[in-house]
């Protein structure tokens, strides 16, 4: 899947979404999955990363929205995928549905002060 195929996919699913969508516009890169998982399952990892990032004291962003969705999706199958802004400060992780036709939900782990260094160097 292309940066703009997702960035076409994301829309207001959760708060995460737009600025997911704007770092892809602006050339950041993004990776799907082929695997797949029950929304259960995916509920319950956003969940602990969720309190992970809390006790941490990293800013989230749609979190709480995402478990909600995907509790909601239950053992029906997701595909999970990633969007890293162009200068590598942002990190999301959306999940769509198990073709890869909807974005389901999107969640913005804490923006970096340093950008993550680039594979390979």
């Given at each position: 899947?292309?940066?703009?195929?997702?960035?076409?996919?994301?829309?207001?699913?959760?708060?995460?979404?737009?600025?997911?969508?704007?770092?892809?516009l602006?050339?950041?890169?993004c990776?799907v999955?082929?695997?797949?998982?029950?929304g259960?399952h995916?509920?319950?990892?956003?969940?602990?990363?969720f309190?992970?990032?809390?006790?941490?004291?990293?800013?989230t962003?749609g979190?709480?929205e995402s478990?909600e969705?995907?509790?909601g999706?239950?053992?029906?199958?997701v595909?999970?995928g990633?969007i890293?802004?162009?200068?590598?400060?942002?990190?999301?992780?959306?999940y769509?549905d198990?073709?890869a036709t909807?974005v389901?939900?999107?969640?913005?782990?804490g923006?970096r002060?340093?950008?993550?260094?680039?594979p390979?160097t």
């Open positions: 899947m292309t940066p703009e195929d997702l960035a076409e996919l994301l829309t207001d699913q959760t708060p995460a979404c737009r600025p997911a969508r704007a770092a892809l602006a050339g950041g890169s990776e999955w082929p695997s797949v998982l029950s259960a995916c509920a319950g990892i956003v969940r602990t990363r309190r992970v990032s809390v006790r941490k004291g990293v800013a962003l979190f709480p478990a969705i995907l509790s999706v239950g053992e029906a199958l595909r999970t990633w890293r802004s162009a200068d590598r400060r942002q990190y999301f992780q959306v769509l198990a073709a909807t389901l939900a999107c969640i913005r782990a923006i002060n340093n950008p993550l260094p680039t390979g």
